[in-house]
Each structure stands twice: as structure tokens, then as C-alpha cells.
């Protein structure tokens, strides 16, 4: 059993590279390693965990970290199955340092134990992204074309978009291949912009990888079961199975996957129209979650994908199966909460129209979706003009009348528009810089703040995030990586102090599965059992504990937070608590403390809010030597 991690050295500038090993006694995964590579060199890095390859359910995530143009921070994304075939190239982790001349695909193979082949091949990406399928589709198509037939087992492509050249919100996008067919399975490194990084930082637009190396990594089925019968009184496959049901199938709502789940139970905790749900009465949104979720976008994604049984893996065995599908189309809560609802789109083919624009033009879905909604609300309320934008038309956001086919349908398609505006820097559209430098700007020149009806989470100078889509305060946490999951997100009321401390231990368990290259979809049970594996095949618990709880510390050292700049941010916050205290009925005094802070003077009860929370978070995160 390996005891280091292998690292893969690439200078794009020239094609000269060479591997370096790290040993464990201070590096034990992608996040940790990737994070201190990232700190040093500036570099951008792909990991795999210890258990890539192995028998674990989702132990083949790959784990990108890097600094993130978005968020002009450290940053770890993470990206499904695109592990397994990773772990053929011997490596542990790829690092970028330097940058091609012009756009360029990185070729790696590895066949029979021979020496990793590494190229450096100019393309013509502009003309790629405009052909075919367009986009990151067509990228992938054309380098699977170029160099597939050098791969003696399916290969694996990593690729951006347009988004990633001309935007800091640019993903990276891959699908499975299989049986030298390309899956519709695409699944995404999208938070952080990593994408938009590996183009403009190191002229990267693809990585194509493969090979016949198989380590001697952990295969054993007998050994695993042994392991989770001591620990659960199940085997690994059935306690993976009671683990996983939310993203496989829920029998008790009947319905299955984020999407499902998520939309069947959420109620008056619906968010749409870029917000503005939060200032509706509960009656409101529970009328509208009926009418235009219940009765048609989830009944018809229950029909066509759960009834159905449209379902797939990312590119690894794994019984989730939590990639929900209607044919081409793949159905997450978020981008299809963005890019749905938030943008006031409730009809799945609208939906289906805009995200699938959005993800072959390479964004980050989840930041693609916030700002489209953002700029259609600003359409909509007259603050900008649709020759401003670029676009032909305004939003249809009248819930009166709303009709949820052809105004969803009109909606998307200015989704559309929007997208092209945005790559196309029409009209006053230019985020080359961020949104968030671009709405400040802009808003010199005006008698209103266009980012108050933007919901974000600033951080540093220019850093900025759409939160993930729940209505909660963690959603809005001061930490030092937001948009992902390291933080609290549960609908309960936690007083700031409370929940700074909570998240900053959500961070913590999140960094264990991310820095053993895990998904998190199976945190049931690997936060808990895996560290006890790891014990028991390396004798070092105690040393990988210690070494998540000091990467923690040390991102968080680096915490660049800044209090909320929206309005609507401060409103978010302030209507959560009032439904806690008005529709949950929580009896807790120390809301009924907060409430009256905000109804006194909301922006300086916003402000102490976010301190305490910050407070919370450092007094968790102390620095350790």
C-alpha cells in the first residue's frame, strides 16, 4: 500500500514536466496537498484520495484546488467519477504551473506501467466551441475524435467553455466514456470558476487522460464488509444503500435525487424571482410552490425521469445512481433552482432550454443562474433598459397571470440572450473583471445600488459567490470558502455565535471526505468510518485528523470576509428569522432577541449578526502549529 502521494508537474509554457513525491507525514489528500501546492507555486491542481480505484461507494471524485478567480481566494471544487480513470495514470495529483502560449489541449496517457506521455497541443478552440453540439460539448467531441484512438481503455476529458475565457465563472465540465461512447452524464468542477482559471492562468481548455496502470489500491469486499459490520451491524453495500436513498429514491415522498427531494418538501421556503419570494406572505409562496412546482415542474420531472427510472452514476459503480435524466438533459436541485424558479422559470423544457445554453457555454451553473436572475430583475423593475443589456425583451414576472408554459418559455429564451450578452460584452455587459467589480462600477453612474437586488457573498476586493440555493442563514456565512457545502444549511434557528461555530465543524467533516477524495452524498458513513480505515491500513488517525483540522485553520487564516453589501442579503437573513418565529413557531428567546434588533434598526442588527457569526467561526478555526 502506497504511503506518499505522487505529483505530476505540467508546464503548459513549455511541455516540460516532472513528478515529485509528498509523504504522509504532513500531506494526506488532494485538498490538503492541492492547498499547499496552490500557496506555493500559484499553481492549479487535480487529485484524486487515497481510495480512488478501490471498492468504497464514491471514492473516485476528483478534487480540483487552486486560487479562485470568483472568489479571489483558495478554492476546492470537486468533480464526480472522473477519479476512477485518473487513478490509471499512477498519479495522485496533477499540478499546472506556467501557462501555454496560445489554447492548448494536455494530453496524458499511460500504457503497461510505461512512462506517463505528456503533450501540449494547440487548437483552435473559438471554432471548436462554435461547431457541432457547441461549447464544451463540441470540445469534447472534436479531442475525443483527435486523440481517443491512442487510449487503449475509455479515457477520461476534462474541458471549458467560452465562460472560462471571457468570464471568472467559467467550470470545468466532463462526462464519462464509455465503451468508446461519450455519456450525456456531464458532471461539473463548477464552483470557484476553476474553469476560467485553467484558461486564463495556464492556456488550458482540455485534459485528456487514461491508461492500463492499476495500483495496488484497496479492493477487498471481504475486509470493507468486516469493517462496517463492527461499526453498523450492516454490510458496506447496505448501509451505502440506507445512506444514499435521498439521492437515489425516497419512498416516503416518492420521488428521488436533489431535485425531488428537494422541491417535494420545501413549501414556503420556496425561493424565485430572484428572491423576491421572501417578502411574500407564507400563503404566497405556498400557493405558488402548488400551483406552479407541485402541479407541474415536479409532476413532470417525477414522470418523465422518476417514473421513468432515467437514471445514471457520475462514472463510477455507485447505487445512488443520483444523476436524475430526462434524454440529454441531467436534473439537479441547484442549476434547475437557478435557472428555474430563481429566474421565474417552472416549466422543465424552458428550464431544460436555459441550463443546457448555460453548461455548453461553460458556466458555473449555480453563479450563471444567480446573475441571470439578478440582471432580469433588474430588467424588470426598469433599473436597466434591454438596449443596456443587449437583449430583446424583459421578464414575464407577473404571478398573477403567469402562465407556466409560455412565460417560462420567454423567460428562458432571455436567459439565453443574456448568456450571449454576457460572452459577447454587449451593450454595458463586461465581466472579465466579476460581477461584482462590474455592478459597483455601474452603479457610480446611477442613483441606485444595482447590487442591492443581488443576492452574493463578498469576500476579499473583488471576491463574490451566489450561495447556495437555500433559505437559511448559513447560506450567507462568513467563511472562508462559501458556495459549497462548508457550512450549516439546516432550517433551524442557531444564533450567530452558534452557527459560526457549527459551520466552521461542517468544514471540518466536509475537508475529511474532500481531502480523501469522497462524495459527499456518502457522508453517512465515510466521515465517520473512513478515518478508522485509514487508521487501520496506515496507523495514522490521529495524524489525518489533526492535518483536515489544520487545513481548516489555515484556510480560514486567509478569511478575506466582507459584510454584506445587498440589501436583499440583509433582508434574506431578516425574513428567515421572521418565518422561524411566525410559521415554525420556534420558541427559542434568542430569536425573539435577534427579531427585535432587526425590527429596531435592521442594517446595524445585520451587521452584529455577521460578527457574532464570524466570531464563532475564528474562535473554531484558531490557527494550529
Known sequence: MQIHQKVLFVDPSTGFYKTRKYGFDRYFGPADLGIHLAEKYRSLNFGVGMFAGSIFPGSNRMVVT???????????????????????????????????????????????????????????????????????????????????????????ILVAGPAAMHTDMGGIMSVPITKRRISYVDTWAGRGGFGSAMI??????????????????????????????????LRLMQKDLEATSKYRFDEKIGTGGTFGVNYATMGGKIIAFNYRTIYQTEEQRTSLHQNLIIAHYLKQFNEETIQAKQQATCGEPCVAVCKKMNGAYKKDYEPYQTMGPLCGIFDQRA?????????????????????????MDLLDNGVLTPVELGVTRRPRWDTTNFDVVHDSMHNAELGCELIDSILECRGILNFREGVRKWSRTQSH?????????????????????????????????????????????????????????????????ELILDNLGICRFHRGWAEELLPEVMDSLFNNREQFMRSVAVLASRMNSRNCPVFWESERNIDFIH????????????????????LDKFDTDKHEAAKEFWYETLKGIDESLRELF
Open 66 to 156: 487552486g486560487f479562485s478567480p470568483c472568489w479571489q481566494g483558495l478554492y476546492i471544487s470537486s468533480m464526480g467519477g472522473a477519479g476512477l480513470v485518473f487513478d490509471n495514470l499512477g498519479i495522485n495529483m496533477l499540478s499546472l504551473v506556467g501557462k501555454a502560449p496560445v489554447p492548448s489541449v494536455l494530453y496524458l496517457n499511460r500504457n503497461h506501467g510505461e512512462e506517463i506521455v505528456v503533450e501540449v497541443i494547440p487548437v483552435d478552440v473559438e471554432a471548436i466551441w462554435k461547431s457541432g453540439r457547441t461549447g464544451v460539448y463540441s470540445l469534447t467531441d472534436h479531442i475525443y475524435a483527435l486523440l481517443g484512438s491512442r487510449y487503449e481503455n475509455d479515457p477520461r
Open 200 to 233: 486564463q492562468e495556464h492556456g488550458i481548455v482540455a485534459i485528456m487522460y487514461g491508461g492500463t496502470v492499476v495500483g495496488d489500491d484497496f479492493r477487498d469486499h471481504s475486509v470493507a464488509d468486516e469493517w462496517f459490520r463492527n461499526k453498523y451491524n
Open 351 to 375: 428550464a431544460e432550454k436555459l441550463n443546457h445554453h448555460c453548461d455548453a457555454m461553460g458556466f458555473d451553473a449555480i453563479s450563471g443562474g444567480g446573475v441571470l436572475a439578478w440582471l
Open 445 to 509: 453612474n446611477r442613483s441606485i445600488a444595482l447590487h442591492d437586488r443581488f443576492v452574493y457573498i463578498a469576500f476579499s476586493r473583488h471576491g463574490w459567490m451566489v450561495p447556495n440555493q437555500y433559505w437559511v442563514a448559513g447560506a450567507l456565512a462568513p467563511m472562508s470558502v462559501m458556495g459549497k457545502y462548508y457550512m450549516v444549511y439546516s432550517n433551524e434557528f442557531i444564533a450567530p455565535r452558534e452557527l459560526g461555530r457549527k459551520c466552521a465543524e461542517r468544514m471540518k467533516q
Open 575 to 594: 425574513t428567515f428569522l421572521q418565518r422561524k418565529k411566525e410559521i415554525d413557531n420556534d420558541p427559542n428567546p434568542e430569536l425573539s432577541f435577534w
